[in-house]
């Protein structure tokens, strides 16, 4: 299996920060790489998916950049909603596998 | 509007078996593969497998971390997924959602499954 590798597992962040969550494969995943956003007692959301493209609905201040096997999430501008754990999803190789997720506060 | 319910959670012995159900409203249930993942409380999701849309043949993958245990099957008829899950073990203990799409976008709510003597 693919081991996703997520950096750092908690972070704290004022309203307007500038935001950058890291995951790294252990190989090679292609740019097959989803980011979740998931608010306590949610289902996990998606928020963008190969590595770069924004799901509808989903604010322009989130992106997500990386090749090979390192990727980021970043949110531009940190707002009050966006207290959540993210994951990130590979689908290079089967079993598709998460990262162990980053839990985001506010300072 | 895509709506997932998942059904049939609950406490179940070591050793025993369960069939949790999702119904599925609001599109074309044959044209989407359909997907089961569980999370363990205050841990990542992991993918337990899919099973494949109408032209794909309906065929089914497992994560290895599973298979022989769980069983994904599909109810075309009634718009319905099932994972039959035997021979559990403390560690199925998790929210199991269902999901739609190879990708995944639309989940349900999930439904918690209790392992425990």
């Known amino acids: 299996d693919i081991q996703m590798t997520q950096s750092p597992s908690f972070l704290s962040a004022s309203v307007g920060d500038r935001v950058t969550i890291n995951c790294k494969a252990s190989?090679?995943?292609?740019?097959?790489l989803n980011w979740y956003q998931q608010k306590l007692g949610e289902a996990p959301k998606r928020l963008i998916y190969n590595t770069n493209s924004l799901q509808t609905g989903i604010p322009s201040r989130f992106s997500g950049s990386g090749s090979g096997t390192d990727y980021t999430l970043t949110i531009s501008s940190l707002q009050p909603e966006d207290v959540a754990t993210y994951f990130c999803?590979?689908?290079?190789?089967?079993?598709?596998?998460f990262g162990g997720g980053t839990k985001l506060e506010l300072k | 509007e895509v709506k997932l319910l998942e059904s049939g959670g609950g406490l179940v012995q070591p050793g025993g078996s369960m069939r949790l159900s999702c119904a599925a409203s609001?599109?074309?249930?044959?044209?989407?593969?359909m997907n089961w993942i569980r999370q363990p409380a205050g841990k990542a999701p992991e993918w337990l497998g899919f099973?494949?849309?109408?032209?794909?043949?309906?065929?089914?993958e497992y994560n290895p971390s599973v298979k022989g245990r769980f069983t994904i099957s599909r109810d075309n008829t009634q718009n319905m997924l099932y994972l039959q899950m035997n021979t559990l073990r403390a560690e199925d203990t998790a929210t199991y959602y269902c999901?739609?799409?190879?990708?995944?976008?639309?989940w349900g709510q999930g439904v918690m499954v209790t392992v425990s003597s």
């Open positions: 609001g599109f074309t249930f044959t044209d989407f593969y």
């Open positions: 999803q590979q689908y290079n190789s089967w079993p598709w596998t």
């Open positions: 999901a739609r799409g190879s990708g995944a976008y639309y």
């Open positions: 190989q090679n995943i292609n740019k097959y």
């Open positions: 099973i494949r849309n109408k032209a794909n043949g309906y065929t089914t």
